[in-house]
């Protein structure tokens, strides 16, 4: 994945998804969320932007990215959704989530939303007193929005 699809920021990693990007590209993510979350003994938090123009990734991009969050293994300390768009296809691809997150039994919490911002808020308590603060979360929402350029993943 190009550095412009995957967003390091301090001990939480953001992915903007469109469901395109091939499963070679899995493990690049792999490697620099792992190298992130040895660097953080609190964990890591993750986020995923999913944009209105996204589409299902393949079964294949699947099993890579539950590979990507088994090698996260203790480290993830919660993992959020944020679904772009509204109306039905919002709608939609929300329900889809609340699906697997049903069947998945994570370890760690999850959540769903449409709001970068109500996103970033969920992720605040889970990571201990002190490591986040309101101003530290601002300084994330503009670093993500400015990273993100408004785009979402490139496709070869």
Known sequence: MSNGNVILWRNIFVVVDNGKVP???????KKRVVDQAS????????LVI???SAT???QDVRDAINDALLGLAGALRCFCWVVEGAGFQAAMVRGVLNGIRMFS???????ITGSLDE???WMLPHF???LLGVTELTQAR???????????????
């Open 128 to 130: 201990g007193e002190g």
């Open 105 to 111: 039994h994570q370890s760690y919490p999850t959540f």
């Open 23 to 29: 499963v070679s590209e899995y493990s690049s993510l």
């Open 56 to 58: 299902p990734p393949p």
């Open 142 to 156: 503009l670093q993500i929005k400015r990273e993100r350029g408004g785009i979402a993943l490139r496709t070869p």
């Open 50 to 52: 999913i944009p209105q």
């Open 39 to 46: 660097r953080f003994k609190e964990g890591v938090g993750g």
């Open 119 to 121: 996103a970033l808020a």
